[in-house]
């Protein structure tokens, strides 16, 4: 990831996302994947609606992602 995503003008600690949801038998879309939890820098955790936002933000690494979680 080149840099961090930004939500709401907070930036995102990356190495806090936890990634629920990942079924390998839908693979390779991973469709029921999803963000359970996550922080910011400051160390407030995201909201559901931020939480939304940020697998959108992710969407060009979300595969990527899950798989680096898998191994």
Known sequence: MS????????EVEVGSIVIDG?????????????ISSCEFVDG????DSELEELKEILEDEWIEMIINELY
Do not use: R
């Open 3 to 10: 840099k961090k995503p930004i939500i709401n003008g907070k």
């Open 44 to 47: 407030t955790e995201l909201n």
């Open 22 to 34: 990942i079924d390998t038998s839908d693979y390779p879309d991973f469709c029921d994947s999803y």
